[in-house]
Each structure stands twice: as structure tokens, then as C-alpha cells.
């Protein structure tokens, strides 16, 4: 299948400073990457949906100010985690596809911890 | 919007012994659903899928029916085996969003 490449893998940060996760895909153009946060264990929870060269979607109930999202290429989307907090640390991952309504391949995740 | 609700949570089953997980979704529009696997500490990976226009469809010992009526679709595992221990996830994609639901948590015991 087709490779999706997340980074960083883990991130520690202090309350307040912004991080930033990238979402490759290595061999194939995504025109609509997806963010989810899972819990552990359990449930992806979709944040936000992204097609190259416009704004993300967001579901209900996050904040597009907290989590800037970029899709400027075909390969390449970015989370940005602005001032965060403690209740931000998660787990979160990127998915992308070629196609609607097609196979979506997931990056390997980032573990956000803020301190 | 797209909501999925999946039951159970959490299944034990025999070696050997069949598993079905149960999916619902909410939108009559969407027409695309996966069904992924997560095994610990890995990324979610395609099993199989389904759309609207089929009823069933079969890959060795998993299938997945869809009752676009009911909005409700399943997935079926026969013969399980310990590695099919994992974390299995159904979604419902209409147009641009992949909605996943809760997961299950599927152990198989030796």
C-alpha cells in the first residue's frame, strides 16, 4: 500500500508554545489529508478534513484557532497545536487519500505531551 | 453530520470461533465503508471495504454485509486466530469525510 510518513513520532513541549506535526505521503498525491485525535485505546475522533489548496473543515466543537491546519501541497499537510495545554496531550494522526471515497492511509501518529 | 455508532466495545471469542462486529451509521448518503484494524502501537490498516452498490463482499476468512436500508453494515471474521487480536474500527465516508466508530476491541484466546 501507500505510505503515509508522520512527524515527529513523540513531542514534549511546555504550556503555551505552539508545535507543529507534519503529514507526508511518499508515493502517491493526497488531495484530502484527515486529522484525528485518538483516545487511548480506542476511537478516532475526526478534527478536521483538508483538500490541497483550500481551508480545512472542521468538525464541531474544535477550535480553529488552536489547531491551524495547511495543506498547501499534494503531499504534504501540517497541524499546528497554538498555545497548548495540558489537555491537548494526545495522540494524534493523519490520514490521506488519492481519491474520494477510496482507501485512506494513516501516518504512524504523534504523541503530544505538554507540560 | 455523519454519525457511526459500532457494538461491542469489546468481544473475547475461542480460537477458532467466528466474530461479528456491527456497525451503524446515521447519514443514508454515505456510500463508502472500511473497515480498518489497529494492532497495538501500530497505525490503522485496511482490511476491507464495501460500497453501497454491493451487498456482500468476502476476502478469505472476513467478509462485510451492508444493509443500506437499515444503515447498518458488519464485519465477519471466521476461523479467528490469536493474531487477529486487535482493535478494529468501521467508518462511513460520504464525499469528503471518513467518520470512524468506537472500535472493538477483539481478543482472541489460544
Known amino acids: 500500500g501507500a505510505v503515509v510518513s508522520q512527524h515527529p513520532s513523540r513531542v514534549i513541549c511546555k504550556s503555551g508554545t505552539s508545535v507543529k506535526i507534519e503529514c507526508r505521503s511518499l508515493d502517491f498525491q493526497a488531495t484530502t489529508m484527515f486529522w484525528y485525535r485518538q483516545f487511548p485505546k480506542k476511537s478516532l475522533m475526526l478534527m478536521a478534513t483538508s483538500n490541497e489548496g483550500s481551508k480545512a473543515t472542521y468538525e464541531q466543537g474544535v477550535e480553529k484557532d488552536k489547531f491551524l491546519i495547511n495543506h498547501a501541497s499534494l503531499t504534504l499537510s501540517t497541524l499546528t497545536v497554538t498555545s497548548a495545554h495540558p489537555e491537548d496531550s494526545s495522540f494524534y494522526i493523519c490520514?490521506?487519500?488519492?481519491?474520494?471515497?477510496?482507501?485512506?492511509?494513516f501516518g504512524q501518529g504523534t504523541r503530544l505531551t505538554v507540560v | 453530520g455523519e454519525n457511526v455508532e459500532q457494538h461491542p466495545s469489546t468481544l473475547s471469542v475461542q480460537e477458532g470461533d467466528s466474530a461479528v462486529i456491527k456497525c451503524t451509521y446515521s447519514d443514508s448518503a454515505s456510500n463508502y465503508f472500511p473497515w480498518y484494524k489497529q494492532e497495538l502501537g501500530k497505525r490503522p490498516q485496511l482490511i476491507i471495504d464495501i460500497r453501497s452498490n454491493v451487498g456482500e463482499k468476502k476476502d478469505q476468512r472476513i467478509a462485510v454485509t451492508l444493509n443500506k436500508t437499515a444503515k447498518h453494515f458488519s464485519l465477519h471474521i471466521t476461523e479467528t486466530q490469536p493474531e487477529d487480536s486487535a482493535v478494529y474500527f468501521c467508518a462511513a465516508s460520504k464525499g469528503g469525510k471518513l467518520i470512524f466508530g468506537q472500535g472493538t476491541e477483539l481478543s482472541v484466546k489460544p
Open positions: 490520514s490521506a487519500r488519492q481519491e474520494v471515497d477510496t482507501e485512506a492511509f
